[in-house]
C-alpha cells in the first residue's frame, strides 16, 4: 500500500520530514516559502530522512538550476 503526502510548501515538507519517516521524496525546486534546494538539505538534517532519497522536479530549463 503507498501512500502519499503533500506539503504546500517547504517549511511543511520539513515539518513532516521529523514526524515520519519516508521511502523517497519528490521535491519541487520553486516552492511558497523556501525553495527546494534548502528544503532538501533541512530535510537531511534530520534523524529521520537523513538517507532518504529526493528526486528533484522542475519546470525550469535555466542554466544553473539542473547542478543545483
Known amino acids: 500500500v503507498e501512500t502519499v503526502i503533500t506539503a504546500t510548501g517547504g517549511r511543511k515538507a520539513v515539518e513532516y520530514a521529523k514526524q515520519k519517516a519516508f521511502d523517497l521524496i519528490l521535491m519541487d525546486i520553486?516552492?511558497?516559502?523556501?525553495?527546494?534546494?534548502?528544503?532538501?538539505?533541512?530535510?537531511?538534517?534530520?534523524e529521520l530522512n537523513r538517507t532518504t532519497p529526493v528526486i528533484a522536479v522542475t519546470a525550469h530549463a535555466m542554466a544553473g538550476e539542473r547542478e543545483r
Open 30 to 46: 520553486q516552492m511558497p516559502e523556501m525553495d527546494g534546494v534548502t528544503t532538501c538539505q533541512q530535510i537531511h538534517d534530520t
